[in-house]
């Protein structure tokens, strides 16, 4: 069964950092990227983030590219998103989730499998 | 970016009807090399993480029920749910794969009538 479990959410102030990490299981991890996606209080989806297989990438939403740095640990099944210089609007649940289509390389496109989310809070 | 536009923003429908979702992209996502449309449909439940329904427009993604289905192809796609149940009431996304960054409708809110 695959399982993926965020972890590292929390409370933060505005301008520090935080790292998440996902921790899979279920399935072989090197053969797939891996992506993060966040959600708003009450809002819809956006793609933050995505970690490759190979050297290819990493990439980022513009949002996010200069202060998030995403990566990944295929001896212990990880990805991990470092955040800095966090701002309001990054507040939202983080999901990481796996990429449908086994690759050598970069993303492929859609996510099959969604941890649960971690929230992160960016409040003084 | 290729920007995706869902419509209705909210529907309610009756059970045992059918509920229609339409998905617009600023661009096309179909991959003229491989005739295949990037396009995916994902139901999120209050509290829950989002669930993959459709992928390459119309493949169903194992254990979905069979009421659910997606069309389309281009830049205009449509999720169909043929006879609505009661556990179907969620917010379906769209969501584009042809490019990065990949995007994501706004979402629909679909509930019984």
């Known amino acids: 069964e695959v399982q993926l479990v965020e972890s590292g959410g929390g409370l933060v102030q505005p301008g520090g950092s935080l790292r998440l990490s996902c921790a899979a299981s279920g399935f072989t991890f090197s053969n797939y990227a891996m992506i993060w996606v966040r959600q708003a209080p009450g809002r819809g989806l956006e793609w933050v983030s995505a970690?490759?297989?190979?050297?290819?990438?990493?990439y980022y939403a513009d949002s996010v590219r200069g202060r998030f740095t995403v990566s990944r640990d295929n001896s212990k099944n990880t990805v991990y998103l470092q955040m800095n210089s966090l701002r309001a609007e990054d507040t939202a649940v983080y999901y990481c989730?796996?990429?449908?289509?086994?690759?050598?390389?970069?993303?492929?496109?859609?996510?099959?499998?969604w941890g649960q989310g971690s929230l992160v809070t960016v409040s003084s | 970016d290729i920007v995706m536009t869902q419509s209705p923003d909210s529907l309610a429908v009756s059970l045992g009807e059918r509920a229609t979702i339409n998905c617009k992209s600023s661009q096309s996502v179909l991959y003229s090399s491989n005739n295949q449309n990037y396009l995916a449909w994902y139901q999120q439940k209050p509290g829950q993480p989002p669930k993959l329904l459709i992928y390459w427009a119309s493949t169903r993604e194992s254990g979905v029920p069979d009421r659910f289905s997606g069309s389309g192809s281009g830049t205009d796609f449509t999720l169909t749910v043929s006879s609505l149940q009661a556990e179907d009431v969620a917010v379906y996304y769209c969501?584009?794969?042809?490019?990065?960054?990949?995007?994501f409708g706004q979402g629909t809110k679909l509930e019984i009538k």
């Open positions: 969501q584009q794969y042809y490019n990065l960054p990949y995007t």
């Open positions: 989730a796996k990429d449908g289509i086994i690759t050598e390389g970069g993303p492929q496109g859609f996510f099959d499998y």
């Open positions: 970690v490759s297989v190979s050297v290819s990438g990493p």
